[in-house]
Every structure is written in C-alpha cells, then in structure tokens.
C-alpha cells in the first residue's frame, strides 16, 4: 500500500487555471472614460492638496453705534460680497482669533480699521465718497459664494507701504482656494487703484454672452465684457501702525488732513463774510458822521409847503422832514 501525499504536495503539483474573466471595464464619466491610471493620478492629487496648507482664517466685520444708514448699508454690502468668510458680529469679544475690518463712525466721517490679530499690523483709513448698492442701482448681477479676482493698479508695487496695503487688501477681501463654501469658478472682479494717494474700489462683473453663436471659447476675451455691480468707496489712508490696534507707527500719510479741520476752515470763511458787512456798516455810519450835509436853502420851503398844504400836525411834518 502506497504512501499518502501531503495536501502541500498536491496544490504544488496542480497547474494554475488561467484568468479567463473579461478585463475590467473603465469607469465612466460625464468627460468619458476613465483608465485606473487617471483614477490613481486623481486620489494621489486629492491626498496631496488634503494634506497642504489650508487656510481657516475669517473676517470679522464690526461697525460702532449711532452708525448712519449709509454707511451701515455699505457694511452689509461688504459683508453679502464676503458671505463665504465674512462674519457680521457687533462686539469684539473673540477679536483674537481673527482677521477683522472694522468699521466706525466719527460725528460725520466714516473711519475703517483693517487689523491682523493678534500681532498685528493694523491700518487706519478714512472712507470718503461712499455709494452704495441701493443708491447706484447698476445693472451689474453676480452669483452669492463665487470667488473674486483681485486686481491691483501697478502703482501698489512702488514702494514699501502700499505693497503692505496690497497684502492686507489680498487677506481681508480674498477667499481662499477651495473653501467649502466657495462656488468653483470666478464671475466679478474687485478693482483696486491708486489715484492721488487714495484707493479706489470697484466690483465688476465678468459678463458672457450666452448665445451659441457668440459662444467663447476658452481663453478668449475679446467678447467678455465688464458691467459695474457696486458698492463704491474710497480709502484715504491715515496710519499703518506695528501692532493691533496701535503699536509703533510704520507710516504717517504727509498729505493727510484731517475732515474736522476742513470744516472749521469753512466756518471761518463763513464767518469772515459776516464780518466784512459789519465792518462796511460801520465804516458808512463813520463816513457819514464825519461828512455831514450842508444846509439846503430849500430846505425851509419844503417845510412851510409842507405844513400849509397837509393836513398832518406840525410835529409830524418835522420829522418826515427830517427823516
């Protein structure tokens, strides 16, 4: 009687079957097929970008109290152009934690702070010739959540303070790169300018025709066209200071002067007017004391005339006389 194999032995010895199921079909999409390649390319792609930097900082948006409608009107349109990372909060309790653009509000002058918390730098502007959403009314229309593009005038890489001025204006008003709840595609542009040491604000949107006979293709910009949105608003700036909300100061506008000082300018002149009449009365009242009439021979005449033919008394006719 023969010697029984091991089971090992046996699996060995067998020969291996050949594969013969269909090959695995590529997966589809709405841009067509798909090659494993592609796929691995794509999940390798994801993983790195999951693992970058991503940027979780926000923008806080505060306005002081007794604010005009104006300008609280213009707060809300800053905060609904931001309505991904903007947050419209009315106190400064968790201010640390992040970037805020506040704004506030001097007798009848609108002040805006931009600040890097908690270490700063901060900047202080003026906000001058203010307009609106509701005031402009322009025809211009973009989607809520999309990303803007920023464009700067060449004149913000001049010198130090406006390339600082550039990367603050980048971090408040830019949205970052795939945030959850950012629209994938841009369709309006904030414009920033520089014209005599103030910064213009603009936001455009980026019109398309939607005809399949104007159809664009991609990379053509002949045909798009920019159409105004609103709000607008300049920035006068005054200080960028080191730290939060002070600190040392690293800039001082020469050129700046101060709205206060503007009006009690035109009080003076105001009040100058009024003292040039006064001062004419008075030389008048002078002239005429040191000049007085010579009496008139007719004088007599006009009043015996007077007194014969009317019928007012004789007191009465001296002082319309005299008068």
Same mark, same amino acid.
Not at 47 to 58: L, M, T, V, Y
Not at 245 to 260: D, I, K
């Given at each position: 009687?023969?010697?029984?194999?091991?089971?090992?032995?046996?699996?060995?010895?067998?020969?291996?079957?050949?594969?013969? !199921?269909?090959?695995?079909?590529?997966?589809?999409? =709405?841009? $067509?097929?798909?090659?494993? /390649?592609?796929?691995?390319?794509?999940?390798?792609?994801?993983?790195?970008?999951?693992?970058? #930097?991503? /940027?979780?900082?926000?923008? *806080?948006?505060?306005?002081?109290?007794?604010?005009?409608?104006?300008?609280?009107?213009?707060? =809300?349109?800053?905060?609904? &152009?931001?309505?991904?990372?903007?947050?419209?909060?009315?106190? &400064?309790?968790?201010?640390?934690? *992040? =970037?805020?653009?506040?704004?506030?509000?001097?007798?009848?002058? *609108?002040? +805006?702070?931009?600040?890097?918390?908690?270490?700063?730098?901060?900047?202080? #502007?003026?906000?001058?010739?203010?307009?609106?959403?509701?005031?402009?009314?322009?025809? $211009?229309? %973009?989607?809520?959540?999309?990303?803007?593009?920023?464009?700067?005038?060449?004149?913000?890489?001049?010198?130090?303070?406006?390339?600082?001025?550039?990367?603050?204006?980048?971090?408040?008003?830019?949205?970052?790169?795939?945030?959850?709840?950012?629209?994938?595609? %841009?369709?309006?542009?904030?414009?920033?300018?520089?014209?005599?040491?103030? @910064?213009?604000?603009?936001?455009?949107? @980026?019109?398309?025709?939607?005809?399949?006979?104007?159809?664009?293709?991609?990379?053509?910009?002949?045909?798009?066209?920019?159409?105004?949105?609103?709000?607008?608003?300049?920035?006068?700036?005054?200080?960028?200071?080191?730290?939060?909300?002070?600190?040392?100061?690293?800039?001082? /506008?020469?050129?700046?002067? !101060?709205?206060?000082?503007?009006?009690?300018?035109?009080?003076?002149?105001?009040?100058?007017?009024?003292?040039?009449?006064?001062?004419?009365?008075?030389?008048?009242? +002078?002239?005429?004391?040191?000049?007085? *009439?010579?009496?008139?021979?007719?004088?007599?005449?006009?009043?015996?005339?007077?007194?014969?033919?009317?019928?007012?008394?004789?007191?009465?006719?001296?002082?319309?006389?005299?008068?």
């Amino acid at each position: 009687m023969g010697k029984k194999r091991k089971h090992s032995e046996t699996e060995a010895a067998a020969p291996a079957k050949k594969d013969d !199921s269909a090959p695995e079909r590529p997966k589809r999409t =709405l841009l $067509g097929w798909k090659d494993k /390649n592609e796929d691995a390319e794509e999940s390798k792609a994801k993983a790195a970008s999951a693992s970058g #930097f991503r /940027n979780k900082e926000k923008v *806080l948006v505060t306005c002081s109290r007794r604010i005009s409608f104006r300008y609280r009107h213009l707060m =809300l349109n800053m905060v609904s &152009l931001r309505a991904v990372k903007a947050q419209l909060l009315m106190s &400064l309790l968790s201010l640390r934690a *992040l =970037l805020p653009a506040c704004f506030s509000r001097k007798h009848k002058d *609108l002040y +805006m702070w931009m600040v890097k918390s908690p270490s700063g730098p901060s900047v202080k #502007f003026l906000v001058n010739a203010v307009h609106t959403m509701e005031e402009l009314k322009l025809t $211009g229309n %973009h989607l809520k959540g999309s990303r803007p593009l920023l464009t700067f005038s060449s004149n913000f890489d001049k010198d130090v303070h406006w390339k600082l001025l550039k990367e603050m204006l980048t971090q408040v008003f830019g949205i970052p790169k795939e945030h959850r709840k950012s629209k994938p595609y %841009h369709d309006h542009v904030f414009a920033f300018s520089i014209v005599d040491d103030h @910064i213009w604000f603009r936001n455009y949107q @980026i019109s398309v025709p939607h005809n399949e006979a104007d159809k664009v293709a991609r990379g053509g910009l002949d045909k798009m066209t920019l159409v105004e949105v609103g709000p607008r608003f300049c920035l006068n700036p005054i200080k960028i200071f080191g730290g939060s909300f002070g600190g040392p100061t690293l800039y001082e /506008n020469p050129f700046y002067v !101060s709205p206060n000082q503007i009006r009690a300018l035109e009080k003076r002149n105001k009040a100058g007017k009024f003292a040039k009449k006064v001062k004419a009365k008075t030389r008048r009242k +002078m002239h005429e004391l040191s000049n007085p *009439l010579e009496p008139d021979e007719f004088t007599v005449l006009s009043l015996l005339f007077l007194v014969m033919f009317s019928s007012l008394p004789i007191k009465m006719c001296c002082s319309v006389f005299m008068e």
